[in-house]
Structure formats: structure tokens, C-alpha cells
């Protein structure tokens, strides 16, 4: 029986939420002030995990960002257990493609300078000493339906993550998140609330991170929400995060579970009103219509499967278009069959990169067999839990040992992003990236107006201010001038020339500075900051040499910098430098090359979270043989889903002849198998919840 949590005395948590914006083009959020505070309640509770008060700061509607970067750089650095960062509010982007975070008095029109870039909290996270580190975020990346959080549409490829950490994301970067009028919270937090406050009855004493994500995927998905996103290794996803209040309700008389609030429906409801059979059948059919499109295209290289979807059968239902009545044709029924599997689909491509046929013909399996039980009698509410509990039980299985996993080389690597996606430039650039710095330390982006197609790097130091000396917080530069003297000597005149021809801040890297040099700056440059570095074996002259640009200057310029009290954190062009956690972004210059970029990297840090396995349809047959034998109908039926790729696998083996049938299984990230038993299973809930 697992009794360990984290160490509350040795943790620290960071509520950022934004209710109220100074500019009207963020309409207010009423619901994240709830968010924020209901959050701080269940953290601190002992009965779940008992942060102390003072190691859990909630920071609403502060208008400066700097305030925001303060609080969470004291926390991060007091952190040495676990380390929490929420944040709930208005998402947008700058015009480079940045996620920036607005605050109270952002200015919509200059976010890259007015909001908090999220890139700054990822670098602060990155760096914290905590030995795991949770990011929630709350925010869209695109308008949708009912009150969205964000209004313009764009792809955040790989800009989240930070290497040990574990993120949870609300929506993809393609949809809206929500805040539904009238609600207490916005439904994202609402529903990983509702779990925490009544647990869950089919899982242990203690609830993981990845038992979090996949029961508020399942929620989400059920009410016809934006599915989350996921982000983080599978080791960091088993951390045992809070006590599962469902778990001791089995053990202790007590009062009955925690009612669901009035604007927060029952999540184990399979639907608010009954569904026809009618409908049931219409919509498997448009599952079933969709499934045999995909199905031949299971484990080919060839032909991509969800092209081969949108072009059989074009997509005709917007996914923000209102629920179907029930009273709906029999083709508009099938035509939320057919998206339920293109969503499916396109889900598993964004968060893996690879997997979605495979996620397609397990929704397949279930919705046939789940049909058959209902036209038999079988109540869906009934069923709903069922299934998504075997899910669960079957997922587990899919996990590595931490002890045994092995890490796959630059070579298996290649094999398996070659395999789901073939040879492209793009994906060549990613898997260089991720060969020198990791998959977790990589991101993608388009090209800017003025920048080439290639590589770009971020750095981070360990250093101490020197200038300015009373500085308390955070320090934020936007395209600084770098310098770096390895003994302290500036050549003043030609940095007041390059200060006045095209004025910025001015980060300077070395041992010390006369006040004399620093006041003959101050008036060149709009804000100067000086730090020493803190390692006594740092070449500063072979960095000097190496951040120099050709022309010879002794000088560069940066994106942006970072300086707390003890890293710098560099952003800049050239990637050539060989330093300690280091980030690479790999910009392209087109959608289309950014769309296999994506993906690429999607599949490069699955098959880092658990490494490869010999196929996903014969690592998802071996777990559902593994387990016990099937105790029900659901149980069964799960079993026959997770099994369903790996026999049509060796059927197809089997017709191709002996010379195929002898070839070797393609190389799949075991994370992907995973992810697509789990949301196959999130869409088979939203089915017996009729599929609106």
C-alpha cells in the first residue's frame, strides 16, 4: 500500500491567474479567480497533500510581470522535493510565435513587450533544483466555441516543455480553451478539480500525475471539450501526487462523496438526457464508415492515413459547430462518427506525432462492441466507467520500469521518426538537434520575416549580479547587445556608437567593470546589467570568440535574455555553443515544413519518455495478455480493442507473402501505445455520452 508524497515542508506551489485586463480585447474571466483560489485550497488541505500556506502563493491580476518572475524564481530556488506552476487566463503569441502570458495591463497590440513570456517561467522551471517539477496551464492557444480564452490561431510546437518536468496543458495549440458562462471555474481546472475533490473509485490510495491527465482527458472529451495536452516522461507521470479521496471512502465510514457543484455535472454521467438507440447506431456506423478508410493503411509507410481520411470523407462538421438534436439525420449522425475518429486521430498526430491509425481501429473495436451492448440493454452509464477503469488498467501495464528502460540511440531514433513520417529535410534538422542537445531541450518555430531557415540556440550561465547592485528580482531584456571580457575591459566608445545606432539593453558577461565604464553606458543603452560568471573554470575568451559575430566586433545580438539573482538564460542566432542546458530551436520556413518539424520532435520525446518498442500493436497485445482474465463485458471488450492492431498486423503479414512476412516490425515509442489505448477510450466515453 503506497503511503509516500511528496515532502509539503520541502515543495512549493505558484498560482498565477489573470480575472481582469486593463484593455477590453481581453475579456474578463471571472471563473479564474475561483480557479486560483480553489486550487490553493486543495494543495494546502492535509488531507490531500498539506502545503503550507506560505509555500503556496497566489498571484492574481498583478500587472507587472516582473512581480510574477520574482515570486516564482524565490519559490523555484526554496523548491527541493516538488515544485508546482499553475497558470490560468488569456494565452496569445507574439508576432516571432512566442506564448506570451498576458497580465492586467498588457497591451494586446505589444505583447512581446508588455506580457509575460512564457519561455521566461519554462527557463525559471528548467533551472529549479526540485526533483520534479508540475506546469499546469489554463490558457488558449485559439478561439473556439462558447467564451474562449484567445482569440488568434497558432501553433506552439515544442515550446512548453523543460526537461524533468511534467506539463499539462488545457487544449491543443489548435483550439480554444474554455470558460463557460455562468460556471464557478473554467472547465479544464473545473473538471481536474472535481477529481481531486472526489478521487477516483477505480484507482489506488494514492493519484499519479499521468491518473490526472487521463481521467481529465476523459472528462473533457465526454462533455465534447478540447482534449488536454500532455507533455513529460513516464517516470515523472507516476510521481504520486495527492491522496485519492475515493480510495479512503472505501476504507473509512464518513459522509457520502463531494457532490459535483450545480455547474459542474456528475463526470461519470454518460449523458445529460437519454439517447436513442437510434442514434447510437447512426454514429457507429459513421465510426465504422471512418475506421475502414484507415485500417489498410495500419503499419504502411506509404500513404498517410488521416490525408486518406479527409479525403474519403471530407470533413463537413466544424468541430465548434452546436450538438447534433436528437432528432438529427441518419448522415449528420454519421458525420460525428467520422469526426469523433478524425479527432481521434488528429489528437494522437499533435501529442505523438505518430499512432493514429492505431488509436483509430481501437475506437473501432470499442464502439462496435460497445453498440452491440447497448442494443442488448446494456445502460451506457454503466458502461462508461467500466471501460474507461479497465482502460486504465491496461494503460499501467503500458508503462516501463524506470530500472530496465533503455534510452534508444541517435540510429533507433532516426528509425522510428523515418518510419512514421519518412525522409524529410525538416525532420533531418529536428533529429540533429535532438542528437546534440535531447529530445526535451528542442523546439520548432517558423522562420521570421528577416531569418533564415536553421538553428537557433538559448544558453544558461550560472552568475551573480553586479550590476545593478540593488537589484531584488528578475531581470527581462528584449534583443540585448552581448558582450562579453574576459577581463573587464570594454571599449566604450564603439558600444555607445552601436548604443545610439539602434538603441537596446545591454548585457554585459565578465569578471568585473570600473564604475567609470558603467556610467559612460548608462545613457547609451535603455537599460545596462552586468553579472559575473559564477564557475571559475568558464573560458570566457573561447566565448567571447564564439558568440562573435564574423565581422569581427566583440559584440553580439541576443533575442532576449533572463537574469536572476544566480543563472543568465541567452537566446540567441548561432547554436554552436557548447554549454550547460542548452535549448536549440529549429526554425523552417513554411506550415508545411513546421507541420513534419512537429511531428518529428512529437515523436522524438515519446520515444524518450519510454523508448521503442518492437511495434505498438504488439506491445498493446502483450499488456492486455498480461493481465487478468476479463471480468465483464467492458473488461473484455477493452482487451479485444487493445489487440485489434496487432491481429490485423499479422493478418497483413500473413497475405503479403513469405518475403514481407518475414520483415522486421516497425519501431514504435511504447508512449505511443499508450496514447492510443488512452484516447481511443476518451472517444469511446464520448460516444456513450451520444456524441453530440
Known amino acids: 500500500m503506497a503511503t509516500s508524497l511528496a515532502d509539503p515542508a520541502a515543495s512549493a506551489a505558484v498560482l498565477i491567474g489573470g480575472s481582469t485586463y486593463r484593455d477590453a480585447r481581453f ?16 494543495l494546502t488541505d492535509t488531507t490531500m497533500w498539506g502545503l503550507p500556506e506560505e509555500r503556496c502563493r497566489a498571484l492574481l491580476d498583478r500587472t507587472d510581470p516582473n512581480e510574477l518572475l520574482e515570486a516564482l524564481d524565490q519559490l523555484a530556488r526554496a523548491a527541493l522535493d516538488t515544485l508546482v506552476v499553475y497558470y490560468a487566463g488569456h494565452g496569445t503569441v507574439t508576432r516571432d510565435g512566442d506564448l506570451v502570458l498576458p497580465t492586467w495591463s498588457t497591451i494586446p497590440d505589444l505583447p512581446k513587450y508588455t506580457a509575460l513570456p512564457y519561455s521566461h517561467i519554462r527557463d525559471i522551471v528548467g533551472i529549479s533544483r526540485a526533483q520534479r517539477r508540475i ?307 528542442v523546439e520548432v518555430a517558423l522562420a521570421g520575416a528577416e531569418e533564415a531557415a536553421g538553428t537557433r540556440g538559448t544558453f544558461t550561465l550560472d552568475t551573480t549580479v553586479l550590476a545593478p547592485n540593488s537589484t531584488t528580482g528578475p531581470i527581462s531584456l528584449e534583443n540585448p547587445l552581448i558582450v562579453v571580457s574576459p577581463d573587464g575591459e570594454l571599449d566604450i566608445r564603439a558600444l555607445v556608437a552601436a548604443g545610439r545606432e539602434a538603441p537596446s539593453a545591454l548585457l554585459i558577461i565578465a569578471p568585473k567593470v570600473s564604475i567609470h565604464a558603467a556610467r559612460s553606458l548608462l545613457h547609451a543603452f535603455s537599460r545596462m546589467v552586468v553579472v559575473r560568471p559564477a564557475a571559475p573554470g568558464l573560458d570566457l575568451a573561447a566565448l567571447r570568440d564564439r558568440i562573435s559575430p564574423a565581422d569581427g566586433s566583440d559584440w553580439c545580438r541576443a533575442r532576449r535574455a533572463l537574469v536572476l539573482a544566480t543563472t543568465t538564460t541567452i537566446e540567441r542566432p548561432p547554436a554552436d555553443l557548447d554549454l550547460s542546458r542548452n535549448r536549440l530551436t529549429v526554425t523552417v520556413s513554411s506550415p508545411e515544413s513546421l507541420a513534419i518539424a512537429t511531428r518529428a520532435l512529437a515523436i522524438a520525446r515519446s520515444v524518450t519518455d519510454s523508448g521503442l518498442v518492437a511495434g505498438a500493436g504488439a506491445a498493446l497485445f502483450a499488456a492486455a495478455r498480461a493481465g487478468d482474465t476479463p471480468a465483464s463485458a467492458a473488461d473484455a471488450l477493452v482487451v479485444a480493442a487493445a489487440c485489434a492492431p496487432y491481429h490485423l498486423l499479422r493478418s497483413a503479414s500473413r497475405a503479403a507473402g513469405p518475403g514481407e512476412a518475414s520483415a522486421p516490425p516497425a519501431a514504435d515509442p511504447l508512449a505511443t501505445a499508450r496514447g492510443a489505448l488512452m484516447h481511443a477510450t476518451a472517444s469511446a466515453s464520448r460516444y456513450l455520452a451520444g456524441a453530440p
Open 27 to 42: 475579456p474578463p474571466l471571472p471563473s479564474v479567480a475561483n480557479n486560483v483560489a480553489d486550487l490553493r485550497a486543495v
Open 135 to 441: 506546469v499546469v496551464l489554463d490558457c488558449c492557444f485559439s478561439g473556439r466555441a462558447l467564451r474562449a480564452m484567445a482569440e488568434e490561431a497558432t501553433t506552439i510546437a515544442g515550446q512548453l516543455d523543460a526537461e524533468g518536468t511534467f506539463i499539462m496543458t488545457s487544449a491543443p495549440a489548435t483550439s480554444g480553451s474554455i470558460a463557460p458562462e455562468g460556471a464557478r471555474n473554467t472547465a479544464f481546472t473545473g473538471e481536474l478539480l472535481g477529481i481531486l475533490r472526489n478521487g477516483v473509485p477505480s484507482l489506488g490510495e494514492l493519484l499519479c500525475l499521468d491518473d490526472l491527465y487521463d481521467q481529465a482527458l476523459t472528462a473533457m472529451v465526454r462533455r465534447g471539450w478540447p482534449r488536454p495536452q500532455r507533455l513529460g516522461t513516464n517516470t515523472v507521470g507516476k510521481f504520486r501526487f495527492l491522496r485519492n479521496r475515493a480510495w479512503f471512502r472505501r476504507l473509512l465510514p464518513g459522509p457520502a462523496p463531494d457532490q459535483p457543484a450545480p455547474d459542474q455535472p456528475d463526470r461519470h454521467a454518460a449523458a445529460d438526457k437519454p439517447t436513442s438507440l437510434t442514434r447510437y447506431r447512426h454514429v457507429a456506423a459513421g465510426v465504422r464508415a471512418a475506421v475502414g478508410v484507415v485500417t489498410p493503411l495500419l503499419g504502411s509507410p506509404g500513404r498517410d492515413s488521416l490525408t486518406a481520411l479527409d479525403d474519403a470523407l471530407p470533413d463537413s462538421v466544424p468541430p465548434a459547430s452546436p450538438p447534433a438534436s436528437p432528432a438529427a439525420s441518419a448522415p449528420a449522425l454519421e458525420q460525428i462518427g467520422v469526426a469523433l475518429v478524425r479527432e481521434t486521430m488528429r489528437a494522437m498526430r499533435a501529442q505523438y506525432g505518430d499512432g493514429a491509425t492505431t488509436a483509430a481501429v481501437i475506437l473501432g473495436t470499442l464502439v462496435d462492441g460497445l453498440w452491440s451492448l447497448l442494443s442488448e440493454g446494456a445502460d451506457p452509464g454503466d458502461l462508461d466507467p467500466e471501460v474507461t477503469a479497465s482502460a486504465a488498467s491496461l494503460t499501467a501495464r503500458l508503462t516501463p520500469d524506470p530500472a530496465t528502460a533503455i534510452t534508444p540511440d541517435t540510429t533507433e531514433l532516426r528509425t522510428a521518426i523515418r518510419e512514421a513520417i519518412g525522409a524529410h529535410e525538416a525532420a533531418e534538422s529536428v533529429m540533429a538537434a535532438v542528437a546534440a542537445v535531447g529530445a526535451r531541450n
